[in-house]
Nanobody
Framework: QVQLVESGGGLVQAGGSLRLSCAAA????????MGWFRQAPGKEREFVAA????????SYSDSVKGRFTVSRENAKNTVYLQMNSLQPEDTAIYYC?????????????????WGQGTQVTVSS
């Protein structure tokens, strides 16, 4: 069973940047796509970004496209989410997740393991 641990969240002013990291321990990381999701207070969890097993393919939600970048280092069993030009509406708990397959997916039911989340708060 894989364990996922997110880090890098915090409080930042609007227009600022943060980089989230997700370290995976346990079963093979390199063979699986990884995703980032977020959940704001009172809202449902939503897709943010995903990356294929090789890193050659990525996918983003419309709300973060052009501002966020997902990447991975398979040698370090780590996936990243670089978040630039942050806005108050980006405030949420951010979760990383390991997909059941190698293809980047926007659908949360395709993800088999989830981290505990890291809080991102953007002040105006």
């Amino acid at each position: 069973q894989v364990q996922l641990v997110e880090s890098g969240g915090g409080l930042v002013q609007a227009g600022g940047s943060l980089r989230l990291s997700c370290a995976a321990a346990g079963r093979a990381f390199n063979n699986y796509a990884m995703g980032w999701f977020r959940q704001a207070p009172g809202k449902e969890r939503e897709f943010v970004a995903a990356i294929s097993w090789s890193g050659s393919s990525t996918s983003y939600s419309d709300s973060v496209k052009g501002r966020f970048t997902v990447s991975r280092e398979n040698a370090k069993n780590t996936v990243y989410l670089q978040m630039n030009s942050l806005q108050p509406e980006d405030t949420a708990i951010y979760y990383c997740a390991k997909n059941r397959y190698g293809v980047a997916s926007t659908y949360d039911y395709t993800y088999a393991a989830w981290g505990q989340g890291t809080q991102v708060t953007v002040s105006s």
